[in-house]
């Protein structure tokens, strides 16, 4: 029925005919509301399948949508474009949509209708890729235990139980390396043929103008690598120093780098999924009388699945049922410090779905993802400065501790992820073993001190956590530059939180109608991450970090 009725829905869309600009305007917000309708329906099926990667007929669903729906509505979206871009009347549009048709003329120019059944391909290969990730997990003392599960050892006070729990978990992940590998390899191969396709040398110049990057380059990119490697990694080292210092430990190994330096127990700062949902509503009660309203809605419609289970895919993410215009968040909490702070990030992407509802062009509810994690980041930045909730004083200063660390921790790490794929996707030809090295060397260009004495194939393998390689390629580089707007809202916010508040629900608003500088310039921030801006917010965080420390 649903085939049906999608056929049926384009051809009426296709076929109508559009006298003048107020008719073009109505085609195009039913398109629009039919797009949401589809966009929902997909959305809904992926949360099922990803909730379940066990559940047979959840996967068989979404396999459906994947494999004959997501061709006809590429096939047909081609079509509507082409339509309306020949319209007489499309100038007179041009105030209301047209950073949006700056997107269409992109897409047209990329489109190509072999790249259908590629982009169909690739979708069926994430998802065996999530269903290797998704069944995942360990037997230790005496209980399965998912590898989120998993994560309150890596903080334990004993050091020979965070090795164990390290060792468990790598030998587990290495299980399937050859698997990840080949997936990677899959994967890889389908997204340079569509690059092929549509004109491109190669998948690095294609994927900036598909991901609609008109703002940056990849040399700007490099740049900004070459600017943490500069000015942030000489931090990253320091405190890795100092908390060997602390630990009394010449040099750290990776299962030391989780775990409180002063041999403290792990923070706890809830026991359940639900007690953690809870705990935030009251931050967000005392936070911000908006924000306090959204979540109240997250809570009443059971829009947040907080728990890490067996069978669960990994990781976390936020995801909106388009036609509601309500979003959903799923995350793997496990009863640690990160969990509060991924509930924190994904509402920050909630809250701007929120802000953004009443935008009725569909395509202005997808946001920049260089804009849309400022809003998460920000919502980290903001949210963690009341746990009242979560923690008394101490603990809450361990947290802030971790939190502010984690800033300075990010930026090479985005750098590393970012610069593998630059290189990667230049060299279409490469095997597992070129990435492999070109993965150590990147290790290397931004090591940080520690030491990985006979670790060398489970740190040669360190990319395949990162399940962005595999599902959103490109998609990093973003947090970074994100991560400097929301450092930008921070710093304001110390100054007028109420007004900076107000100005970034006021740009969140606005959703993707406005080119990116103007977003951020809405938020009353720069779209900048040269040096000139990166150096003054770190030592805004790293003065903090110092000032909490001591």
Not at 4 to 30: D, G
Not at 227 to 254: C, D, F, T, V
Not at 262 to 275: D, I, M, N, Q, Y
Request: charged residues 30%.
């Amino acid at each position: 029925m649903l085939l049906i009725n999608t056929k049926n829905q384009f051809n009426l869309l296709t076929q109508r005919e559009i006298s003048n600009a107020e008719e073009l305007r109505k085609w195009i917000l039913e398109w629009s509301e039919f797009s949401s309708v589809l966009a929902e329906e997909h959305a809904r099926r992926y949360v099922a399948m990803t909730r379940d990667t066990k559940d047979q007929q959840a996967a068989e669903a979404y396999e459906f949508f994947v494999s004959n729906i997501e061709p006809i509505i590429l096939e047909e979206t081609e079509k509507l474009q082409k339509k309306m871009i020949a319209h007489k009347n499309l100038s007179d549009l041009e105030n209301e949509f047209g950073n949006w048709f700056k997107t269409v003329y992109t897409d047209l120019e990329l489109f190509r209708e072999e790249n259908i059944p590629l982009e169909t391909q690739i979708n069926l290969e994430v998802q065996k890729y999530q269903k290797i990730t998704g069944a995942m997990s360990v037997q230790y003392k005496g209980e399965t235990k998912t590898m989120q599960q998993m994560n309150p050892y890596l903080q334990s006070q004993s050091r020979a139980e965070r090795e164990e729990a390290w060792r468990l978990l790598t030998e587990r992940r290495l299980q399937d390396a050859e698997a990840l590998d080949n997936a990677f390899d899959k994967l890889f191969s389908l997204r340079i043929q569509v690059a092929k396709n549509s004109g491109y040398e190669n998948y690095l110049d294609y994927i900036f103008k598909a991901k609609h990057r008109f703002d940056y380059t990849p040399q700007d990119c490099k740049n900004f690598h070459e600017s943490i490697e500069k000015i942030i990694l000489p931090l990253q080292k320091e405190i890795l120093n100092q908390r060997a210092k602390k630990m009394g430990i010449p040099k750290l190994r990776p299962w030391d780098l989780s775990c409180d330096p002063l041999g403290r127990p792990a923070l706890k700062p809830f026991k359940t999924g639900a007690e953690l949902i809870s705990k935030c509503g009251n931050l967000f009660s005392r936070l911000n009388l908006q924000w306090k309203e959204w979540y109240g809605i997250l809570e009443k419609e059971n829009l947040i699945d907080a728990d890490s289970r067996l069978g669960k895919a990994p990781g976390g993410y936020q995801i909106t049922f388009d036609k509601a215009r309500v979003p959903f968040i799923f995350m793997n909490a496990a009863g640690t410090n990160q969990d509060v702070y991924t509930l924190l990030h994904e509402c920050g992407h909630a809250f701007h779905q929120f802000a953004m509802a009443e935008q009725e062009l569909f395509a202005y509810r997808d946001i920049p993802s260089e804009f849309a994690e400022v809003a998460s980041m920000s919502m980290e930045l903001l949210g963690a400065e009341d746990l009242s909730d979560f923690y008394e004083k101490e603990d809450f200063q361990r947290s802030r501790i971790d939190a502010l660390q984690d800033i300075i921790s990010l930026f090479p790490w985005v750098a590393i992820i970012d610069a593998f794929q630059h290189e990667l996707y230049i060299r279409p030809n490469h095997t597992a073993q070129d990435r492999k090295e070109i993965w150590l060397a990147l290790q290397t260009r931004f090591d940080t001190g520690v030491d990985w004495t006979d670790l060398e194939r489970a740190r040669s393998y360190l990319w395949q956590k990162q399940l962005h390689l595999f599902e959103v390629p490109f998609y990093y580089v973003e947090y970074g530059i994100a991560q400097l707007g929301a450092l930008q809202i921070y710093a304001d916010a110390k100054k007028d939180k109420e007004q900076t508040v107000k100005k970034l629900i006021k740009a969140e608003r606005l959703g993707s109608s406005k080119p990116l500088p103007e977003l951020f310039r809405t938020a009353g921030i720069k779209f900048d991450f040269s040096p000139k801006t990166m150096e003054p917010l770190v030592d805004i965080i790293y003065d903090e970090l110092l000032a909490v420390e001591s």
